[in-house]
């Protein structure tokens, strides 16, 4: 019997030291250095100082500023809070959410009352943190950011086509505006 606690606890000892210090010390040191900038967060610096993340949204209200999906993170984009709201496509406060997110983003953007918002805009996405919206999305906020900082809109869109990204891998999803990227590239502009 004694033998056996023995072993059991040497092998215990080898696997914590193996599962719970060495393989973790590893993958860290290989992170850190082939994708150190993904493993520290993909920061995005201007300045000298950390104004976002790439791989997360941020709010951004004022109309000076392209503005994210809504989130469901939280209290709205909390990275701490990651999550979708799980509300079914024929859940009432969805429906409910979705209408009175549309009729806020056509008052917001001066569209009329009938004009189709895009999907991205009235709904939440899994993680509540996407950082990119659709291009459908994006060039419905043009004409509200181009009015807001004196712009002609064509600028403005043509800011929106440098910013977008392309299919991943060429064939999945849709092409995405990234908002903290073009919100920066408009802010760095004279």
């Not at 799980?86 to 979705?98: D, F, I, R, S």
């Amino acid at each position: 019997m004694r033998r056996q606690i023995a072993a059991s606890l040497g092998v215990l000892a080898l696997l914590t030291v193996l599962a719970g210090l060495a393989y973790p010390l590893l993958t860290t040191a290989v992170a850190q250095t082939a994708f150190r900038a993904r493993a520290e967060g993909s920061l995005v610096r201007r300045g000298g100082r950390v104004v976002g993340s790439s791989l997360l949204a941020q709010p951004f209200s004022s109309p000076r500023y392209f503005h994210p999906r809504p989130s469901a993170a939280g209290d709205g984009y909390d990275a701490t809070a990651s999550g979708a709201s799980n509300l079914g496509p024929t859940n009432p406060k969805l429906a409910a959410q979705v209408a009175e997110r549309a009729r806020a983003y056509r008052a917001e953007n001066g569209l009329a009352p009938g004009t189709a918002v895009p999907v991205d805009a009235v709904t939440t996405s899994a993680s509540g943190l996407d950082p990119g919206i659709s291009v459908a999305n994006a060039r419905l906020q043009a004409r509200r950011v181009a009015a807001a900082r004196g712009l002609p809109v064509a600028r403005v869109l043509q800011l929106v086509r440098a910013h977008t990204t392309g299919r991943p891998f060429g064939i999945l999803g849709e092409e995405a505006v990234d908002v903290l990227d073009l919100n920066l590239a408009l802010d760095a502009m004279r």
